[in-house]
């Protein structure tokens, strides 16, 4: 009888022991959400866990009570053990606030779509890059975009600084970490977020220091591993376009980092922006600037971007083009043909969302820029129908700029 017992209470013991450990390997380390498709109809929704299998997501349109099971996709995590679960949903409404519960996460998210149209509703984005010299920078700055409440979140390169390598696998981890629990609002909404690449992405930094290098999917996985396999998009090549309905196209560039500037990628912009010449509004994203706040003006890819890309975003209605890699803040004049002109376009950057600031070209003596400073700071853009403004920010929450003069925006 009293074998009976102990062996009873030690099989219980188990029970609950292999519980636990199975609740560990399903426990969700870190979540992601971007875009894929159309954002006024789908969502991408990524968690990263040890579960070897696939795991469960509960989705739900708020204001419902049932929940709907989506069982995830599993994909490797470069050089970890952890396991990318990636779920997909489409057909959803535009304008519209989303549930959702990540395996072994007790809370409930929600993120929400976006408009069908500008006609009677705004956007609000946050957009910098250059984001994590330290995770507490990068948090820093992740509470002032938090508490101005964006729609979602772009960043033009240079996420992690993990350089494509396995020894500093434990960046992307803090990366990530510093997202799941400071790129959410208060009240649990999660801001998706769209990435381009920069130097830090890659090994070397450019696919030209990679020998032997091909413009090949599997040739951009290697040299480009964690950016390939942890974001969903842009995915391969590295550079895409998204288009909210008919009235916003985020074009995502790669700046030499796993493509060239010339060549196929041209090809594809200049087709992209001619397919969206009707868009409402038509924003180039990429990392290295064409119009530096810091580096040498003549510098071989700022040049390259200059030469090649701006002449084609001239033929065509864009207004504002963002640009990182500099470690500053900047805003230009607007810019045609190479000169001041306010038909053209405004070049706003440069990349200091989470790093050491640098010093930057005398503004009185550079005759592109407008405004520049050396200090951490992100911009914040609101469009509402066929008008855009935006206001830039320090990591305090100081307003550094402001355009035009009068914003729409208001906290």
């Known amino acids: ?40 109809s789908s969502i991408s929704i990524d968690w990263h866990s040890d579960a ?21 996709t599993v994909l490797p995590y470069p050089f970890s053990e952890r396991k990318v679960h990636r779920v997909g949903i489409g057909g959803l409404s535009p304008a519209t606030t989303y549930e959702l ?17 500008l006609n009677t509703a705004s956007i609000k984005i946050a957009i910098g890059g250059d984001t994590m010299h330290r995770k507490e920078w990068f948090e820093q700055t992740n509470g ?5 409440d964006p729609d979602f979140v772009i960043i033009g390169g240079d996420m992690a600084y993990e350089n494509g390598v396995a020894e500093n696998l434990q960046r992307i981890y803090d990366w990530f970490d510093a997202y799941t629990k400071t790129l959410v609002t208060a009240d649990n909404r999660i801001l998706p977020c769209i990435v381009a690449a920069g130097n830090h992405e890659v090994v070397g930094g450019y696919y030209s220091r990679n020998p032997g290098y091909e413009q090949t999917n599997s040739f951009r996985n290697r040299i480009a591993p964690y950016f390939y396999s942890l974001f969903p998009f842009p995915g391969q090549p590295g550079y895409n376009v998204l288009d909210f309905g008919k009235y916003l196209s985020l074009v995502i560039l790669d700046t030499e980092h796993s493509n060239p500037v010339e060549g196929v990628q041209t090809d594809w912009l200049k087709q992209t922006l001619e397919e969206r010449k009707d868009f409402l509004h038509v ?42 890699h500099d470690h500053a803040y900047k805003r230009t004049f607007p810019i045609r043909n190479g000169k001041i002109d306010q038909t053209g376009i405004t070049y706003v950057g440069d990349g200091s969302w989470g790093t050491e600031p640098r010093p930057i070209h005398s503004v009185e003596d550079t005759w592109y820029l407008k405004v520049a400073q050396s200090v951490n700071a992100f911009t914040f853009l609101t469009i509402e129908g066929s ?20 914003p729409l925006i208001g906290k």
Request: glycine content about 2%.
């Open 144 to 148: 002032i975009v938090t508490s101005y």
């Open 283 to 324: 924003l180039p994203i990429y990392h290295v600037p064409a119009f530096p706040s810091v580096r040498d003006f003549n510098g071989t890819t700022q040049t390259l971007v200059r030469d090649t890309w701006v002449p084609i975003f001239e033929q065509y209605p864009i207004r504002l083009a963002f640009e990182n």
């Open 101 to 117: 519960m990540f395996p072994g996460l007790e809370a409930v998210y929600h993120f929400h779509t976006m408009p069908a149209d």
């Open 387 to 406: 008008q855009y403004s935006l206001i830039s920010l320090d990591w305090e929450g100081n307003v550094i700029d402001s355009y035009p003069q009068n």
């Open 52 to 72: 070897t299998s696939s795991t469960t997501l509960k989705f739900r349109r708020k204001g419902t009570e049932a929940w709907r099971d989506f069982e995830s």
């Open 1 to 40: 009888m009293r074998f009976n017992k102990h062996f009873w209470i030690a099989t219980i013991a188990l029970v609950f022991a292999l519980s636990a450990i199975a609740h560990a390997q399903q426990a969700t380390h870190a979540f992601y959400l971007t875009w894929t498709e159309d954002p006024t």
